[in-house]
């Protein structure tokens, strides 16, 4: 039992005893833990009348009772005691992952959805596990490969903390998306949550003790209309939904080990008003801007030779900095990746290079908000995200800064965002990385399953032949694969051609930021209108070129390894690159 679950059981004994006794003796109990008598007391002035009382601890399943069954001469009361330092938040309930939309939100399609996305994610994650301990599990079913994690990984540790996080993260980014589904559609699940999850249908009283004395309150905060309520993203892990005076997180984790289920730690917190909710963002996002200001102007400069992805990763942080500092008010989802990325990249760059960026993703800013005010005019800005890590539903739409805006009549939407940044035109911008075993899937070109096969035993024999000595020359490796899907794509229908690309190109909206001319520009793909022609193996060959529209628009698949040389084997991707020219 966890200490803060062991304090809120002693708290509840605690207080029953101490009514006990005054029922029976009417006097208090001496010696008594801080905050115990303060709430018998309270709970005795509100309900002098008691007859009878009944602690959970004297059931059978007590973490199926309320915590006290006070009956008095009218009624019969249910309480729910929580205990508290400082102003801590209160932990109500902890729901399985698999159940809440339809037991809290009364959801059963969406609990199907996100269930269908659990599993998914659930499989990479432990593929991802057995991964850091060298095993290959590409053949083991999800069975088998919980039952290696149970050996290899019966603790989270540092080591192995980078996989949990990414699957509770992608199970946020879900569970985000479809409340924003619920919330749209009207429903009364929202109402239903908060009164099953706050348990604003029985007695819950709060007892926070603090330096200076012990407060003891009855929880009935007031719920704000349904056109108010805010649904957001907090931390990681986690997504908060506030109403009124209270704020309802929801914060996915494991029950205990890697191998255990999956729970959702529920917790709120209280606010005076709505104001006092976005006095408290208005502060925070200060000190966000604050702390990006004074690690820009502390960076001490490393300059690498090859510094194209601190490039891109400082346009990303900088483009968030001033989409903060025009929309002060906006939610953060978590302000620790955009404050890392500086930290992080800053350092590679020359100082110019670094000024350049930070004005040109001004201009990036700008066009964001421009494309914004365009397609959605009467809405505002409600949260904003840096998406460290592509983690998300659709991957097709990644991006990597969300933005979550509401309408006029209430209705949420989360808009994608992709950033590229580039020295000069003409450039080629990298808008994909799908790997070796998926551009011939359902997800991009759509070949039959014995074409998928076909490729993914040539794959095989190749790792096979390196790893044996046989065939050690990457590059020999690379033309013999590029060779083979060059073969197959120059057999695929327009139909397959046109969802491949589409789907390289990708849905989310991109904006190029040329940072030595401090412009910005919003990239939005033509219809492919006409046929698409294929170029196997060209203009090398490890690449697959296709042109459409009338030889106005051109992308290029490179087949490549995911790591250099000097790693030995890794695994194969290609890098979708397309040309971008400006006002073509």
Same mark, same amino acid.
């Given at each position: 039992?966890?200490?803060?679950?062991?304090?809120?059981?002693?708290?509840? #004994?605690?207080?029953?005893?101490?009514?006990?006794?005054?029922?029976?003796?009417?006097?208090?109990?001496?010696?008594?833990?801080?905050?115990?008598?303060?709430?018998?007391?309270?709970?005795?002035?509100?309900?002098?009348?008691?007859?009878?009382?009944?602690?959970?601890?004297?059931?059978?399943?007590?973490?199926?009772?309320?915590?006290?069954?006070?009956? %008095?001469? +009218?009624?019969?009361?249910?309480?729910?005691?929580?205990?508290?330092?400082?102003?801590? /938040?209160?932990?109500?309930?902890?729901?399985?992952?698999?159940?809440?939309?339809?037991?809290?939100?009364?959801?059963?399609? =969406?609990?199907?959805?996100?269930?269908?996305?659990?599993?998914?994610?659930?499989?990479?994650?432990?593929?991802? !596990?057995?991964?850091?301990?060298?095993?290959?599990?590409?053949?083991?079913?999800?069975?088998?490969?919980?039952?290696?994690?149970?050996?290899?990984?019966?603790?989270?540790?540092? +080591? /192995?903390?980078?996989?949990?996080?990414?699957?509770?993260?992608?199970?946020?980014?879900?569970?985000?998306?479809?409340?924003?589904?619920s919330y749209n559609h009207y429903t009364k699940g929202f109402q239903h949550a908060f009164e099953m999850l706050l !348990?604003?249908?029985?007695?819950?009283?709060?007892?926070?003790?603090?330096?200076?004395?012990?407060?003891?309150?009855?929880?009935?905060?007031?719920?704000?209309?349904?056109?108010?309520?805010?649904?957001?993203? @907090?931390?990681?892990?986690?997504?908060?939904?506030?109403?009124?005076?209270?704020?309802?997180?929801?914060?996915?984790?494991?029950?205990?080990?890697?191998?255990?289920?999956?729970?959702?730690?529920?917790?709120?917190?209280?606010?005076?008003?709505?104001?006092?909710?976005?006095?408290?963002?208005?502060?925070?996002?200060?000190?966000? =801007?604050?702390?990006?200001? &004074?690690?820009?102007?502390?960076?001490?400069?490393?300059?690498?030779? /090859?510094?194209?992805?601190?490039?891109?990763?400082?346009?990303?942080?900088?483009?968030?900095?001033? !989409?903060?500092? @025009?929309?002060?008010?906006?939610?953060?989802?978590?302000?620790?990746?955009?404050?890392?990325?500086?930290?992080?990249?800053?350092?590679?760059?020359?100082?110019?290079?670094?000024?350049?960026? $930070?004005?040109?993703?001004?201009?990036?800013?700008?066009?964001?908000?421009?494309?914004?005010?365009?397609?959605?005019?009467?809405?505002?800005?409600?949260?904003?995200?840096?998406?460290?890590?592509?983690?998300?539903?659709?991957?097709?739409? %990644?991006?990597?800064?969300?933005?979550?805006?509401?309408?006029?009549?209430?209705?949420?939407?989360?808009?994608?965002?992709?950033? $590229?940044?580039?020295?000069?035109?003409?450039?080629?911008?990298?808008?994909?990385?799908?790997?070796?075993?998926?551009?011939?899937?359902?997800?991009?070109?759509?070949?039959?399953?014995?074409?998928?096969? +076909?490729?993914?035993?040539?794959?095989? &024999?190749?790792?096979?032949?390196?790893?044996?000595?046989?065939?050690?020359?990457?590059?020999?490796?690379?033309?013999?694969?590029?060779?083979?899907?060059? %073969? !197959?794509?120059?057999?695929?229908?327009?139909?397959?051609?046109? @969802?491949?690309?589409?789907?390289?190109?990708?849905?989310?909206? %991109?904006?190029?930021?040329?940072?030595?001319?401090? #412009?910005?520009? =919003?990239?939005?793909?033509?219809?492919?209108?006409?046929?698409?022609?294929?170029?196997?193996?060209?203009?090398?060959?490890?690449?697959?070129?296709?042109?459409?529209?009338?030889?106005?628009?051109?992308?290029?698949?490179?087949?490549?390894?995911?790591?250099?040389?000097?790693?030995?084997?890794?695994?194969?991707?290609?890098?979708?690159?397309?040309?971008?020219?400006?006002? $073509?």
């Open positions: 039992m966890n200490k803060s679950r062991s304090i809120g059981d002693d708290h509840v #004994k605690s207080v029953f005893h101490a009514l006990e006794q005054y029922y029976h003796l009417r006097r208090w109990p001496v010696d008594n833990p801080p905050g115990v008598i303060e709430t018998a007391q309270f709970i005795w002035d509100k309900y002098p009348n008691i007859i009878k009382i009944k602690c959970k601890f004297q059931y059978r399943n007590p973490d199926q009772q309320n915590d006290l069954v006070i009956t %008095t001469h +009218e009624d019969t009361v249910r309480i729910n005691l929580y205990y508290t330092s400082k102003s801590g /938040n209160i932990q109500p309930k902890n729901p399985g992952a698999k159940s809440f939309l339809n037991t809290y939100f009364k959801a059963p399609e =969406l609990q199907y959805s996100f269930n269908m996305h659990l599993e998914q994610c659930y499989s990479e994650f432990l593929s991802s !596990m057995l991964e850091l301990k060298g095993v290959d599990s590409e053949e083991l079913s999800d069975v088998k490969k919980k039952r290696a994690l149970k050996e290899l990984h019966p603790e989270f540790t540092k +080591e /192995n903390n980078q996989p949990r996080d990414s699957f509770l993260y992608a199970l946020k980014e879900k569970c985000y998306s479809l409340l924003l589904e !348990m604003l249908d029985e007695t819950t009283i709060i007892t926070r003790v603090k330096k200076n004395g012990v407060d003891v309150e009855l929880f009935r905060p007031n719920l704000s209309d349904y056109n108010n309520i805010k649904i957001y993203k @907090k931390g990681r892990h986690a997504v908060g939904i506030q109403s009124g005076e209270v704020g309802l997180t929801l914060r996915f984790k494991f029950e205990s080990k890697p191998y255990s289920s999956i729970k959702i730690a529920t917790s709120y917190e209280l606010f005076k008003s709505l104001d006092d909710f976005e006095s408290l963002i208005l502060k925070k996002n200060e000190a966000t =801007l604050l702390m990006a200001n &004074q690690i820009s102007e502390s960076i001490l400069v490393k300059p690498m030779n /090859n510094t194209s992805n601190a490039v891109g990763k400082c346009n990303e942080a900088f483009t968030y900095y001033w !989409m903060l500092k @025009k929309f002060p008010s906006a939610i953060q989802a978590d302000d620790s990746d955009f404050l890392n990325y500086l930290k992080e990249y800053l350092p590679a760059l020359p100082k110019n290079t670094a000024q350049q960026i $930070k004005n040109s993703s001004e201009q990036t800013a700008l066009k964001i908000i421009e494309y914004l005010y365009k397609e959605h005019p009467q809405a505002r800005l409600d949260g904003i995200q840096l998406v460290a890590d592509i983690y998300v539903n659709d991957r097709l739409n %990644t991006g990597d800064i969300k933005i979550s805006i509401r309408e006029q009549h209430g209705y949420l939407t989360e808009v994608f965002i992709s950033l $590229k940044a580039l020295r000069s035109t003409n450039k080629k911008i990298t808008t994909k990385n799908p790997g070796i075993g998926t551009i011939l899937g359902p997800t991009f070109f759509n070949f039959s399953e014995a074409l998928n096969n +076909e490729l993914a035993k040539q794959v095989a &024999q190749a790792k096979h032949d390196f790893e044996a000595g046989i065939q050690c020359d990457h590059p020999s490796i690379l033309v013999q694969l590029s060779k083979t899907v060059g %073969t !197959m794509l120059s057999t695929a229908t327009q139909v397959q051609l046109r @969802k491949g690309i589409e789907n390289l190109l990708g849905k989310a909206l %991109t904006i190029i930021t040329i940072y030595e001319q401090n #412009k910005a520009y =919003l990239l939005k793909h033509n219809k492919i209108e006409t046929d698409i022609t294929v170029y196997p193996n060209s203009p090398s060959d490890i690449q697959q070129t296709f042109i459409w529209n009338n030889n106005s628009e051109e992308i290029s698949l490179r087949v490549k390894f995911s790591k250099g040389q000097h790693h030995g084997w890794s695994s194969i991707k290609f890098a979708s690159e397309y040309i971008f020219i400006p006002n $073509k």
